[in-house]
């Protein structure tokens, strides 16, 4: 063996000892006993309620975060602490190394399921849009948006309904990025987009503090499908993970998942009755 060899070897020892000298018992549970070490998961979300929210003194709240939280409480780890992420920033900053998971309802789809290691489901929902009352330009599918050379449609940067949006044939420059449900509403109201997409329930929370007569709600779009989320984890911490999933399964099992979800308007009956191999497989 060449001395770069003896030296990896060395090193690799070193790193053993010390994680089994933590109390990992193998180096799979190094990640949970780092997280159990910090006293804390740093959890990606987007402020998007029902999924995520951030109070004005800074409390996260909302369903993935709360489910999230109880998990990792019943593994030992504290507490979350939340960074707010673009969607399309949400992954790559998983792989960098700037969040231990996902909690944002960042639905399983094939393309995201071989970058990250998903639980099992967590959140169902499908696809809304927000338009002014009357839907003027009777955009009832992402198909009637391309039809329509005048139709602007926004959505979250890199998210799922900017995908629906391209596969239904709408061009890029009649597709808007929105940074926040705020901002989309604010966009609908004056005019500068005719449809604002997102999940059926951050569309009805967005309607019921809005209370604005001059909105409508499209729900669900049609020809859109059902999808859900799961905690994201980076390739690698399949570990913790499958840690992950242990706890969450006794909690669906024990009626605590139902508990923590419900209230915010999602079924536990729609996330127990799918599994992360459907969904990381079904293509729409
Ligand atoms: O997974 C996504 O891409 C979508 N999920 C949510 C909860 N909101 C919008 C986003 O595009």
Redesign the pocket.
């Known amino acids: 063996m060449n001395k770069l060899g003896i030296l990896a070897g060395v090193a690799g020892l070193a790193v053993s000892t010390m994680l089994l000298a933590s109390g990992a018992r193998s180096a799979d549970d190094a990640k949970l006993e780092q997280l159990k070490q910090q006293g804390f998961a740093r959890v990606a979300i987007?402020n998007?309620p029902p999924?995520?929210a951030v109070a004005a003194d800074g409390k996260v709240s909302g369903a993935?975060p709360d489910v999230a939280r109880e998990v990792f409480k019943r593994l030992g780890v504290k507490d979350i602490v939340a960074s707010i992420s673009e969607?399309g920033a949400m992954i790559p900053g998983l792989q960098a190394g700037r969040f231990d998971v996902v909690t944002?309802?960042?639905?399983m789809?094939p393309e995201?399921c071989q970058s990250v290691a998903y639980s099992e489901p967590v959140?169902c929902?499908g696809d809304a849009f927000l338009v002014r009352k009357g839907n003027p330009k009777g955009l009832k599918s992402y198909e009637s948006i391309a039809k329509d050379p005048s139709a602007i449609v926004g959505?979250?940067g890199?998210?799922?309904?900017?995908?629906h949006a391209f596969k239904a044939g709408v061009p890029r420059d009649r597709l808007i990025v929105v940074p926040d449900a705020q901002s989309g509403l604010k966009m609908v109201q004056d005019g500068r987009i005719d449809a604002y997409?997102?999940?059926i329930l951050?569309i009805n929370d967005l309607m019921k503090k809005a209370n604005d007569p001059n909105l409508e709600v499209v729900a669900p779009v049609e020809g859109s499908s059902i999808?859900c989320?799961g905690a994201a984890f980076k390739k690698g911490d399949e570990a913790l993970r499958d840690a992950f999933d242990v706890e969450l399964a006794k909690m669906k099992k024990s009626g605590e998942f139902a508990k923590i979800i419900e209230p915010y308007g999602f079924s536990a009956e729609a996330a127990m009755s799918t599994t992360r191999e459907k969904l990381c497989a079904s293509a729409n």
């Open positions: 987007a998007e999924y995520t993935a969607y944002a309802g960042l639905f789809k995201r959140l929902d959505g979250p890199g998210g799922l309904e900017e995908k997409a997102l999940p951050s999808s989320d």
